[in-house]
């Protein structure tokens, strides 16, 4: 009986040393595909592609006249900058913001995709793990009838 | 004495039989590692994975149709698609679960934009699969007949691309450009007939202005905004003014007749493919 439960502490221990074994392999086996994936950083073109559709592109923030059907690239229709609308536009939650403002600076609308972890993250982004991809392009803002000039600023938060 | 030398003796045993064990299965799951990750071509695999990613979310910044043909990494590399990921895997990997031995990407999807879930392999120098964008809808296309994709693509997606028969007329008085209007009948891909009379679809006149009259649809206004392109293409001015009945009637100067045949076959082509 002693022997019985010898054997039976044994075995436990065994199976625990393989677990701990396993769990060690697939550490070193995730610790490779951190490693690779880091090689292969695309943000900036990732970032690069958002900025070229919110400008140009229809599905973007581009003004599309409903009567035509033309777009017109680097006129931002202030309509389509809304959160609904963005989130939409982009499935991929990378925490973003945009902002258009008039010649002056004033911020006329601000729109966010995962606001909540953008919010978490952009106080962060002095740390090397983190980074704020950002650009300003000169736009025409369309309101209604009236067109003006301004800013749309893109902001975009990674992690490395 | 006897009995405790022996029980630690045992013991010794069991300690150096457990190590050797260990030794055993941690050498043989380190060489497992080893082989594979010197073997193995999952760098490749994640670069292709991404590459394609980016070329999916790039194809829906465009505006109107792209088509791209994705010509790399032809060494019998493999493509999966799912809402927003991209997976990619040798096509030998195929039988094997896909989801253990692919590498997967994932790519932002525009709910605007209507994603076909197909599968595009890619086996061989001579397939170039394609990324298409038609108007709102995004998919995959490869001429590889076992999943014969493009079949798929005419018949699942748009029915209407099947063009009709257009009919054409003139009331020019001018030989010539009578001629070339002509000469838009039996084109290949379209099909075109001419009349004597009016009542066709589309009356073509000589002006010393381009002006389209279209009716007021949406789908006709799109073909003449397609049709004025054309002509602002070639260096020309053009106008489209609202048409008071159902057919086209193109004011065309009478210089650029003979380019008629090629302005309104490309038009065709592209207003079919945006549809």
Redesign the interface.
């Known amino acids: 009986m002693k022997l019985n439960k010898k054997a039976l502490g ?1 075995v436990v221990l ?1 199976i625990i ?2 677990i701990v ?1 396993v769990a060690v ?1 697939a550490a ?2 995730f610790l ?2 951190i490693a ?2 880091n ?2 950083q ?1 943000y900036d ?2 970032f690069y ?1 958002l900025n ?2 919110m400008m ?5 923030l581009a003004y599309e006249s409903t009567a ?4 017109y ?1 680097g006129m931002i229709d202030i309509e389509k900058l809304d959160e609904a609308y963005i989130n ?5 939650n ?1 925490p973003s913001r945009f902002t258009l403002t008039d010649e002056n600076g004033v911020v006329i609308k601000q729109e966010y995709h995962n606001k909540e972890r953008y919010n978490i993250l952009e106080p962060l982004t002095f740390a090397k793990q983190y980074n704020l991809l950002n650009k300003t392009q000169y736009v025409l803002i369309k309101q209604g009838e009236q067109t003006k000039p301004g800013f749309l600023t893109i902001e975009m938060v990674v992690s490395r | 004495m006897t009995d405790q030398n022996e029980e630690g003796i045992q013991g010794m045993l ?1 300690q150096l039989v ?1 190590l050797i064990i ?1 030794v055993l ?2 050498a043989a ?2 060489t497992f ?1 080893a082989l594979r ?1 010197y073997k193995d071509d ?2 490749e695999k ?2 292709i994975a ?1 590459d394609m990613a ?1 070329a999916l ?2 194809i ?4 109107g149709n792209t088509i791209l043909s994705y010509t790399k990494y032809t060494d019998s590399y493999s493509f999966a698609f799912k809402q ?1 990921i991209v997976q990619n895997y040798k096509t030998q990997e195929k039988k094997l679960p896909l989801d253990f031995m692919a590498v997967s990407s ?8 209507k994603f076909t879930e197909k599968e595009m392999n890619h086996t061989g120098t001579d397939i170039h699969p394609n990324l298409i964008k038609t108007g709102n809808n995004l998919y995959a296309e490869t001429p590889d007949k076992e999943y014969n994709l493009n079949l798929h693509y005419y018949e699942d997606i748009n029915t209407s691309t099947q063009p009709k028969t257009y009919t054409f007329s003139t009331d020019s008085k001018d030989e010539q450009f009578k001629e070339y209007v002509k000469t838009l009948t039996n084109q290949p891909g379209y099909q075109f007939s001419y009349k004597e009379h009016t009542d066709t679809d589309f009356v073509i006149t000589e002006s010393k202005e381009n002006i389209i009259y279209a009716p007021q649809t ?1 789908e006709k ?2 073909l003449a ?1 397609i049709i004025a392109n054309k002509l602002i293409e070639k260096g020309e001015n053009a106008a489209i003014l609202p048409s008071g009945n159902e057919r086209f009637t193109i004011k065309i100067k009478k210089e650029l007749a003979s380019q008629l045949t090629s302005i309104l076959q490309e038009s065709f082509k592209q207003y079919y493919e945006t549809q």
């Open positions: 044994d065994w040393r393989i074994l392999v070193i086996n490779r595909i690779l994936n090689a292969l695309t073109t990732e592609i070229t559709k140009y592109s229809p599905t973007g035509t059907g033309r777009t690239p939409n536009s982009m499935t991929r990378i | 069991n457990s260990i299965i941690f799951i380190l590692l990750v999952s760098f994640n670069h991404k980016l979310e790039a829906q910044t465009g505006q927003g994932t790519f932002s999807i525009d709910q605007n934009i949406k206004r799109k905004s």
